[in-house]
C-alpha cells in the first residue's frame, strides 16, 4: 500500500522537484494533499507554484491547500535572491488553471489527521514549519496521529546557508521550529549536512534535459537556474538539491543514514538564532528527539530522481 503523504511546501525549484519526485511514484507515496506556506516567497507566489508544478505533471486532481502568509511571531523573511521573482524562475510557465482549494491549509492538515486512521498519514514539510506548527498548536490531539515527519531543514556540519548560522527554513520560523521538534512526533531531518553532498551537477542537469519530456526540460531549467548562485557561493561543482530528498528517503530509505539524537532550535541568540543544535555526539544529557541523517548515496539519489521524472 503506497504511504499516505501531505507535502508541505514553500515551491521553490527544489520543492518542485520534490513534488514531480513524489507524483511519479504512486506505488510509494499516495500524495492526499498540498499545503502551501509563505517562504522562499510569498504565499499567494507559492500557493500559484505548488499549482504549475502539478499541472506540468499532468496531475491536475492533487488538491492543493494556502496555508499561513507569515511566521507564527516574525516577519517573514524570503529568498528570491536565490529563486528568483517568481520563486520558479528558471523556465518560463503558464498561470495554472486548477484552483486552490477552499478550505486552509492548517485546517485540511487537522481534518485528515482526524480522519484518516492513526499513525497513517507521514508529513513532509519542505518549507518552514509555520503550518505544521499551527495545526499541532491549534488541535494537540494530532500530533500523536502522525506516522512520520520527514523534514527538510537545519543544519550542523554545514552550519548555515542564510545566516552563517542558520539554515533557511529554520531560520524563517523558529519558534514554530521549536513547537514541531518538541512536539513528540517521530521526526526524521534532511539537514544541510546531506543536501549540501546532492549536488546537480552539469552531467546531472543534462541528463534531465535528455528526458526529451516537458518535465525534463522544466526540470533542467529550474536546478540551471539556481545552480548559478549556488555554485558562485559554495564554490562547488553544482547547486545542492535539498527538498527532493524528503521524498527520496521515503521510496528508497537506504540510500540515508543518520543518528537518533537530541535536536534543539535556537531562538534568541544574538548571531545564532534559527540555528539546530544537533547533539551529534552525543554529548548532552537531552532526550533524542529526532533521526538526524548524516550520509546520502548521492549518485543512487540522482538515478532514483531520474528514472521517476522519465515516467512523468
Ligand atoms: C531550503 O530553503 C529553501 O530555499 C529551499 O527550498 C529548501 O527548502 C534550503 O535551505
Ligand atoms: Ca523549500
Request: hydrophobic share 45%; glycine share 8%.
Amino acid at each position: 500500500m503506497p504511504r499516505k503523504i501531505i507535502i508541505d511546501t514553500d515551491p521553490g525549484q527544489d520543492d518542485a522537484v520534490a513534488i514531480l519526485l513524489a507524483l511519479a511514484s504512486p506505488e510509494d507515496l499516495d500524495v492526499i494533499g498540498i499545503t502551501t506556506v509563505a517562504g522562499n516567497v510569498p504565499l499567494h507566489l507559492t500557493s500559484r507554484n505548488a499549482r504549475v508544478v502539478c499541472e506540468v505533471a499532468g496531475k491536475l486532481d492533487v488538491p492543493v491547500f494556502a496555508g499561513c502568509d507569515a511566521p507564527l511571531q516574525r516577519k517573514l523573511v524570503t529568498a528570491e535572491h536565490v529563486h528568483g521573482k517568481t520563486g520558479l524562475d528558471g523556465i518560463e510557465l503558464p498561470d495554472p488553471k486548477m484552483p486552490l482549494r477552499e478550505q486552509h491549509g492548517v485546517d485540511f492538515i487537522i481534518e485528515t489527521l482526524r480522519r484518516e486512521p492513526s499513525g497513517t498519514v507521514t508529513l513532509c514539510p519542505i518549507g518552514p514549519l509555520t503550518n505544521i506548527a499551527s495545526a499541532f498548536l491549534k488541535a494537540p490531539d494530532i500530533r500523536s496521529r502522525v506516522r512520520e515527519i520527514v523534514l527538510m531543514g537545519g543544519a550542523y556540519f554545514e552550519v548555515g546557508n542564510i545566516t552563517p548560522a542558520a539554515e533557511f527554513n529554520i531560520y524563517v520560523d523558529p519558534e514554530a521550529a521549536d513547537i514541531v521538534f518538541k512536539s513528540g512526533a517521530q521526526i526524521t531531518v534532511m539537514s544541510l549536512d546531506i543536501t549540501h553532498k546532492a549536488l546537480v551537477t552539469h552531467a546531472r542537469v543534462s541528463a534531465f534535459e535528455a528526458l526529451g519530456t516537458r518535465v525534463g526540460r522544466a526540470v533542467a531549467g529550474w536546478t540551471h537556474f539556481f545552480e548559478r548562485f549556488d555554485v558562485t557561493k559554495y564554490g562547488s561543482k553544482g547547486a545542492p538539491l535539498h527538498d527532493p530528498t524528503v521524498i527520496a528517503y521515503l521510496i528508497q530509505p537506504e540510500l540515508f543514514s543518520g543518528r537518533h539524537i537530541n535536536v534543539e532550535i535556537e531562538r534568541q541568540g544574538e548571531f545564532t538564532c534559527g540555528m539546530t543544535v544537533a547533539d551529534w555526539w552525543r554529548v548532552s544529557d537531552r532526550a533524542p528527539n529526532a533521526m538526524w541523517m548524516g550520509s546520502i548515496a548521492d549518485d543512487g539519489f540522482f538515478d532514483l530522481l531520474t528514472e521517476r521524472l522519465a515516467r512523468l
